[in-house]
């Protein structure tokens, strides 16, 4: 038979990266492109913690340069296990650990161990895209229950009810949320996990942005999940500022113990198809655990600047006010009326016209048509450059 590509690649998008080959060929012919899209706070003024890049190099020298456990390596796992009592108030240890390559790879690994085709996968709307790719992947069918604008993009729990169906397998969380910003109140979440625990759904949640919170109070759904199992993914890349070392972690709350154990088995056989994250950055990470959380005070006074900066920007832009962030580093402005038909046209011209390059909204899935996303990591004089060029362009073309 000739070579053909399988019909699911077809599916296969990923829209924060969409325009970046654009963006350079501008920067070939010359242009200075400000680069508002990656979620990647070692682009700008961030950097590694020291301890963690001497770790790595100490692990390397002192030999620990082999595959380690699937799982992971039993002191990084006794480190996280730490990490998440103090953190979220799981009531884990080191053996419910399973250590990925980043978070990324544990939404793989969950949408693998969950989802048969034609499954359901309700994905708040909008979600970081990689939840629909990978559960497209695998043959399910991503759902996205709205997130309300107006009340500061919290997940509208009737949405999420209407939405179960007798497909449904899992219900997504991302708090604090990658594109909106938002950080769920308590009651949402315990709304959100009776609606699960009502129709035996797995929970999945994202809490990759748990420490970078502005205001208010964070709460994990290790702490609440108590009739129902949940899969918690964290990882290394925003808050330990290691998003080039691809690391990152799982793990099954299950009280009632209904499937947990068989769930925690089958990730771990996933986590074997690919023998182990990297050994060196899997001992690099014990440093981060231990000491390396003094960056955070500095970390987050540095983001709240900028968020305050940009926020306060596009609220002087007639039609781009945006809900104010209260975590992670992205706002989520609306765009305004103008000549362009959609988020992407606009987001596209923003780059041809102003070299200015942020997400379109659409590429986050249902509900996030009529926005775009901006990350608020560079230093003021670099976002300051930036809004100026996004403010001139919908002068010019608004309305
Ligand atoms: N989950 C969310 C919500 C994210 O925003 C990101 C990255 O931006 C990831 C997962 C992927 O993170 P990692 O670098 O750990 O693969």
Redesign the pocket.
């Known amino acids: 038979m000739p070579f053909s590509l399988a019909e699911r690649v077809g599916g296969v998008r990923y829209a924060?990266r969409e325009f970046v080959p654009l963006a350079r060929e501008l920067e070939r012919k010359g242009h200075r492109v400000i680069y508002l899209n990656?979620?990647?706070p070692l682009k700008y003024d961030f950097d590694t913690p020291r301890p963690v890049k001497e770790a790595l190099y100490e692990a390397v020298v002192r030999g620990y340069n082999f595959y380690s456990a699937s799982e992971g390596d039993g002191e990084l796992r006794e480190a996280i296990a730490e990490r998440e009592r103090r953190v979220s108030g799981a009531d884990i240890t080191a053996d419910d650990v399973v250590v990925?390559?980043?978070?990324?790879?544990?939404?793989n690994f969950v949408m693998a161990v969950s989802l048969d085709p034609g499954d359901e996968v309700l994905l708040p709307g909008p979600s970081?895209p990689?939840y629909p790719v990978i559960a497209r992947i695998y043959g399910g069918k991503p759902v996205f229950y709205r997130c309300l604008e107006e009340e500061g993009w919290s997940p509208d729990v009737d949405d999420v009810r209407r939405k179960v169906s007798e497909r449904t397998k899992a219900l997504v969380i991302?708090n604090p949320?990658?594109p909106t910003g938002a950080l769920y109140s308590e009651r949402a979440l315990r709304e959100m996990l009776d609606v699960a625990a009502e129709h035996k759904l797995l929970v999945v949640s994202?809490e990759?942005?748990d420490q970078i919170v502005y205001e208010g109070v964070r709460v994990s759904v290790a702490s609440l999940a108590k009739d129902v199992p949940a899969v918690i993914?964290n990882?290394?890349?925003?808050v330990y500022l290691m998003?080039g070392w691809?690391?990152?972690y799982l793990y099954v709350v299950d009280e009632a113990g209904e499937v947990g154990e068989a769930l925690t088995r089958a990730l771990v056989n996933m986590a074997r198809t690919r023998l182990c994250a990297s050994t060196p950055v899997q001992r690099a990470a014990i440093a981060a655990l231990r000491v390396a959380e003094e960056h955070l005070p500095g970390m987050l006074e540095k983001l709240r600047e900028r968020r305050d900066y940009v926020w306060k920007r596009l609220s002087e832009i007639p039609g781009m006010e945006a809900v104010l962030p209260r975590g992670?580093f992205y706002i989520f402005p609306r765009i305004p009326k103008g000549d362009w038909g959609s988020d992407r046209e606009f987001t596209l011209r923003l780059l041809t016209e102003e070299r200015v390059l942020v997400v379109h909204g659409s590429g986050f899935g249902q509900f996030g048509e009529g926005h775009v996303r901006m990350v608020f990591l560079p230093p003021i004089e670099v976002l300051e450059e930036a809004l100026d060029r996004v403010e001139r362009f919908v002068k010019r073309h608004a309305g």
């Open positions: 924060i990656i979620g990647d990925t390559q980043g978070v990324s790879e544990a939404i970081y990689l991302i949320n990658n994202d990759i942005y993914l990882g290394f890349s925003k998003t691809r690391l990152g992670a």
